[in-house]
Nanobody, 121 residues
């Protein structure tokens, strides 16, 4: 009943930039933290960044200084601005959101389908 949809992935040359978006829709009471994760073929899924509704952020060390996470609470949307992209950033990027639901009250963890980011050298 809740859907997360990512967009903004694509092909980019090394040193270029991309802006990813993820919008949650459906039966949503609130969302505290939203985040981005990524997974390359043959590798483990890893944290990229998270952001709370209050604006507190958390970044993986390798992304600090290059990536910026932000969100629009009114739109239930989280963004990831990626600059200075390198080939090692190539991966499927996934949006994650623990969603507070009502009737009954509960928190469900949702993931988007992912958006491919490919960086060429």
């Amino acid at each position: 009943q809740v859907q997360l949809v990512e967009s903004g992935g694509g092909l980019v040359q090394a040193g270029g930039s991309l802006r990813l978006s993820c919008t949650a829709s459906g039966s949503i009471f609130s969302i505290n933290a939203m985040g981005w994760y990524r997974q390359a073929p043959g590798k483990q899924r890893e944290l990229v960044a998270t952001i709370t509704s209050g604006g507190s952020t958390n970044y993986a060390d390798s992304m600090k200084g290059r990536f910026t996470i932000s969100r629009d609470n009114a739109k239930n949307t989280v963004y990831l601005q990626m600059n200075s992209l390198q080939p090692e950033d190539t991966a499927v990027y996934y949006c994650n959101a623990p969603v507070v639901r009502t009737a009954p009250w509960r928190i469900n963890d949702y993931w988007g389908q992912g958006t491919q980011v490919t960086v060429s050298s």
